[in-house]
């Protein structure tokens, strides 16, 4: 059996001494309330362009209502919505896009391998494999629950035009 292949071995990650919290995350993600998919930050290395974070999931977790009543299960797409918030953390942390902000550009090769299930501790990985500044980041992701990939897949990031989306907005309300 060959062995796992994790983006950042699970091992170096120290949960007790995590490099941002949830207060540094919002320094730099927008996320606020349901959509901020991040505990803490744990890890990152600039020479290779990698970054570990983690999501502590519970049953106060806002989909264990609804997805699904008698077997919550994480949906996908927040699985991969972490994954954004971490590239997202590290790519404007270091100012790696020139962007006020970084919306999702899309998704490739996305494979689900396991479930994540309320208390489970997500660890998301991300390694960014292309920064091109001012157009996209590509991120490779791993989504990681007590050594197992539950989630795994390429993203991609882009400039939010911050201005034409406040103009639009001011015309509607």
Known sequence: MASIEFI??????????????IQAIRALNPQRHEMEQLTAILHEDT?????????????????VRGHMPGMPLMPGMLMIESAAQVASFFTQRHDL?????????????????????PGDRLIVMVKLVKARRNRMIV???????????????????????IEYVRTQ????G
């Open 139 to 161: 991120a490779q992701f791993q989504g990681v629950v007590d050594g197992q990939i539950v989630c795994e897949g390429e993203l991609k990031g882009i400039p939010i035009p």
């Open 47 to 63: 020479d290779r362009n990698v970054c570990a974070a983690y999501l502590q999931t519970s049953m106060d977790s806002f989909w």
């Open 97 to 117: 896009l020139g962007a006020e902000m970084v919306g999702f550009g899309g998704v490739d090769a996305v494979k689900f391998r396991g479930v994540v299930l």
């Open 8 to 21: 950042v071995d699970p091992d170096l990650l120290d949960f007790d001494n995590p490099i941002a919290d």
């Open 169 to 172: 907005l001011t015309k509607l």
